[in-house]
Every structure is written in C-alpha cells, then in structure tokens.
C-alpha cells in the first residue's frame, strides 16, 4: 500500500543518513568543541540541519577555518542570500573559497568591496579579520530579523532531516544484524549448489551458520528442546 511504501521510503532514507552521520559526527568531535553545533545552529537560525553543519564545520576545519568564523560566514551568507535571492550554497562556497586563496576576486559576488576590505585590512592587520568585520557591519543592512516563510520552510526540512539522522542511528544496529543474516543466507545458498564440498562439509557450515543465528545453541540442544 502507499502508506507501506511510504514508512519503508522513510526508513531506507534514515539509515543512508545514518551511514553518513557516523563519520561526519566522529570527525566533528574530535575538534573538542562542544557549544560549535549550538552557535552554528544560531547562524543560520536553525534552517541548516545538524549533519549539514557538522559537514560543512569538518571542510572549514580542513582548510584552517575556525568555528566563529564559519558562524559569521554563514550568518552573512544566509542574509545576504534572503536580501538578493542567490543560492545560499553558491554564495557560502564563495566566502570560503575567498577566506581560503585570500585574493579578492570573489567578494564582489557576496556583497563586499574590495576597497573596503584592503581599507580595514590596514586598520586591523589581517585579510580574514578584515572580511569578517564587513560582513558584520554589513548584516545590519539585510533589515530586521525575522523569520520569513522561506526560512520556515527550511527550519521544518532541517528538522525533519535532523529526526530521520537521529532514527537511522538508531536503526543501526538492527540494519547491521539483518545485512548479517542476509549474507549469511546467501553464503549457505551459495554452498549448496558448490560442487566442491563434500556432504560433510555442507552439513558443518549448516550447523555453524545455525548456531550463529540462534546464539550458539548447538543442534543437539535443539533436538533435546
């Protein structure tokens, strides 16, 4: 039925998420940061699920990002693109590609002159401290902040992307122990037709595939129930 279809959709979209989360938030850990999620989740007003952050926090930790930069680039980013409507995924690869070679010529493409940028470079002594403060004197242009529909949109989408993370860690371990069973069978399918054991050997690896599956209950303990 459609219902069925839907819940076995949800389910499957859960656990390739909870693949994915796996690595991304073990890397994210080990920065030893633990209010880094919560102040990101403040930029981008929580229209950004976790695991998006946490991944885009790990690629800002490769290239030597820090956190309260990547806050303000992606406060920034996420006004300026509610101001003009450009792509917010374009406009954030922009700003950290131009914190990283440091060259000028994608300021232009987020809202920022350059002059400005060289004029505060020499007051503060450093290009990434010079940009940022732009962006922070610039956030006061994109009006009041205030949660629009898009934005409400995109906080419902970051949730409910946050809840299938959260049920496809914990469907984990039950997906692992079906894949298990399901390689197990295969392998015994797969002895069956080989012409290379002997009937003994056949009748071994059935016996150990059993005990594995029934915890290790031998088949005289079967036959005795």
Not at 2 to 24: N, P
Not at 99 to 119: A, C, K, P, S, Y
Not at 120 to 135: F, N, Q, R, S
Not at 189 to 203: I, R
Request: no cysteine; hydrophobic share 40%; aromatic share 10%.
């Amino acid at each position: 039925s459609f219902a069925v279809s839907r819940i076995q959709q949800f389910a499957s979209e859960a656990i390739d998420l909870g693949l994915k989360a796996e690595g991304i938030r073990d890397t994210f850990q080990k920065m030893n940061d633990p209010m880094a999620l919560a102040e990101l989740r403040m930029a981008v007003r929580g229209t950004v699920s976790d695991l998006e952050l946490m991944r885009r926090a790990n690629q800002a930790a490769s290239v030597n990002i820090g956190m309260d930069t990547l806050a303000t680039t992606l406060k920034y980013v996420r006004g300026y693109a509610r101001s003009t409507g450009e792509d917010f995924d374009k406009l954030f690869w922009d700003a950290t590609q131009e914190l990283i070679r440091q060259t000028g010529l994608r300021l232009d493409q987020i809202g920022i002159d350059i002059v400005e940028v060289r004029n505060k470079e020499k007051e503060l002594g450093d290009y990434t401290e010079a940009v940022l403060a732009i962006m922070s004197e610039k956030m006061g242009n994109f009006g009041e902040e205030t949660l629009s529909a898009a934005d409400k949109v995109d906080q419902q989408r970051a949730s409910i992307e946050n809840l299938k993370t959260e049920i496809g860690t914990g469907l984990l371990p039950a997906y692992q122990l079906m894949l298990e069973a399901v390689s197990g069978f295969l392998n015994a399918f797969k002895v069956e037709f080989s012409t290379v054991l002997t009937f003994w050997e056949k009748l071994g690896y059935y016996a150990s595939y059993v005990s594995a599956v029934f915890g290790g209950n031998t088949m005289a303990e079967f036959q005795r129930e």
